[in-house]
C-alpha cells in the first residue's frame, strides 16, 4: 500500500516562508502524478501543484509565481516551497498520489499552515 506523510507545518508570518514535505513510502514517482491540496475552514479542497511522473509542473492561479512543487526521486520525498505566504494561503495542506492510467489515489493526512501576524 501507498502511505504518504506530510510534513513541515507551522505558523509563519505574511510574507514569509515555509517548506512541506511528502514522504511517500517507495519509489512511486515513475507511474504517480503527485500533487499538493489544500482545504481552509468553510471552503472546498483546491489544487495547488501538480508534478507529473515525467516531471512537468503546474500551479493553481492563485500561488502561481510563490509556491514551487519539485520531487527527491532517491529520497521518496515530494516538496512543495512556499514563498510570500498569505493570510488566505491558510490550510491544512495534503499530498496526493494519483495514478493516472488507473486513477488510484492515495492521500497523506495533512499538515496545518497557519499565515498570521
Known amino acids: 500500500q501507498v502511505q504518504l506523510v506530510e510534513s513541515g507545518g507551522g505558523l509563519v508570518q505574511p510574507g514569509g516562508s515555509l517548506r512541506l514535505s511528502c514522504a511517500a513510502s517507495g519509489s512511486i514517482f515513475s507511474i504517480y502524478a503527485m500533487n499538493w491540496y489544500r482545504q481552509a475552514p468553510g471552503k472546498q479542497r483546491e489544487l495547488v501543484a501538480t508534478i507529473t511522473s515525467g516531471g512537468t509542473t503546474k500551479y493553481g492561479d492563485s500561488v502561481k509565481g510563490r509556491f514551487t512543487i519539485s520531487r527527491d526521486n532517491a529520497k521518496n520525498t515530494m516538496y512543495l516551497q512556499m514563498n510570500n505566504l498569505k493570510p488566505e494561503d491558510t490550510a491544512v495542506y495534503y499530498c496526493?498520489?494519483?495514478?493516472?492510467?488507473?486513477?488510484?489515489?492515495?492521500w497523506g493526512k495533512g499538515t496545518l499552515v497557519t499565515v498570521s501576524s
Open positions: 496526493n498520489a494519483l495514478r493516472v492510467v488507473t486513477l488510484e489515489a492515495h
